[in-house]
C-alpha cells in the first residue's frame, strides 16, 4: 500500500473538473436551445403548413373524419413551434442565453402563456384522437356514434377552447417590472414573478395536482395504456386481414372490401406510430415536473444537469411537434396522392 498521499483531492483540480463541467452543460444547452431548435422550428412549421394544406385538399374529395384530428393538432404543433422559437431559440441565437431583462422580456408573458397553452393543446388533441382509435378498434358500435365528421369538428373547437381556458393563469404568473431601480440611470426593465406564483396553495393545486391530472403524467399513463391495447387490437386485426385476403389473391369485385381493410389497417398504423411519437417525446417532461414537484423547484432549478434535461425535453418536443409530416408521407397513401 502506498503512503505517499493522504487521499486528499486538489481543490484546484476540483474546480477546474466543474468549471469544464458547467461550460460543457451550458454549449450543449446552447446548442439545443439555439441552433437545433431552431432548424426544427424552420423546417417543422414549412412541412406542417404542408400538411395542413394537403388535409384540407383531400377534404374537398370527401376527407375522413380522423383528418380533423390531424388537422387541429398540427395547427396547434405549429403554434408550439414558434412560441419555442420565441421563447428558446432566438435569445439563444442573438445573446447566447435565455434573457430574463431588456425590451424582449415584453413579449416573454405572452409567449410563456402560449408555450404552455399550445403543449396543453396538443396533448388534449393526441389524447382525444386515442380514443377515438380505441373506440374504432376496441367498441366500433360505440364509435359510429360519435365518430360523426360534425361531432369531431366540434369536439376540436371545444377541446382547443378549454385548453385556452386551462391555460389563462399562466399569463398572471409573470410580469414585466421597468421602475424597479429608480436611481439608476440606465434601467432595463426586467421580468420577474408574481404573487400568483409564489402562492402556495396556488401552486399545489394547479402546477401540481391539475398538471398531473390533466396535462403530464396522467394523461402520459393513459396514452402508454390506450396506446398498447390499440396495438394489439392492431395486431389481431392484421393476423385476421392475413386469413381472409392473402396477398397474391386478384383483385375483382368480391375482394376489393380486402384493398379497403389494408388502407385502414396503414391507415391506423400511421396514427398509432403518430401517438406513440408523442408518447416518446412526453415521457422525458413528464419525468421532469415529476421531479421537480417532488424535490421543489428552487433545489430543481439550482442544478446545472437539471436544466440540461429541461432544455432536452424542450427539444424532444419540438421535435416531436416537426417530424408528423413524415409519418404521414411514409404511411399515408391519400397524403401522397
Known sequence: MSSGS???SDPSAVDSE?????TLIHMLSHLLNGYFTAFFVVTGIALNAFSVYIFLRCERTGTPAIQYYLVTLTLWQTALLANAFLLYSLPNLIWGHLVSQGTYVYIYQYVYTFANTTHTGSVWIVLTLTVDRYLALCQPLKHRAIGKKSRVRRLMIVVSLFAVIFSAPRFFEVHVLTNWCKEAPNCV???IRTELFENSLYWT???VILAMLFVTLCP???LFELTLRISLALRKA???RRSLCPPNVEIDQRNRKCQTTRKEHKSNIMLVLVIAKFLISDILPTVIDVIEHIVGQDVFMRSSLAS???DLSNFLIVLNCSSNFWVFIFWGKRFRY
Open 308 to 310: 440540461l434535461f429541461v
Open 18 to 22: 466543474q468549471t469544464l463541467f458547467l
Open 205 to 207: 393545486i394547479y402546477h
Open 220 to 222: 402520459c399513463l393513459l
Open 189 to 191: 426593465p426586467i421580468i
Open 6 to 8: 493522504d487521499g486528499s
Open 238 to 240: 392484421i393476423a385476421k
